[in-house]
């Protein structure tokens, strides 16, 4: 489980910094917390399936590319 939330918070920061957004600028879209944000990519937090839906539908790609490990 551990690899799986490592895996989500690359890929989420990944994301964000490849759209230019900030933090709080992917919290503001996603009505969340900047805080939040910023643990879930430091993996200090679990992310609900709601809110990885608000997450990948803000940065433009699938859930699955958020949990799926790039090689």
Do not use: P, W
Not at 16 to 23: A, N, P, S, V
Not at 29 to 36: D, P, Q
């Amino acid at each position: 489980m551990a690899q799986l939330i490592s895996i989500f918070a690359k890929n989420l920061r990944e994301q964000r910094l490849k759209r230019g957004l900030t933090q709080e600028g992917l919290a503001d879209a996603c009505e969340l917390h900047r805080t939040y944000i910023g643990a879930l990519e430091r993996s200090e937090r679990n992310i609900s399936l709601r809110n990885l839906e608000k997450i990948a539908s803000v940065l433009q790609v699938h859930a699955a590319d958020l949990i799926t490990e790039r090689t």
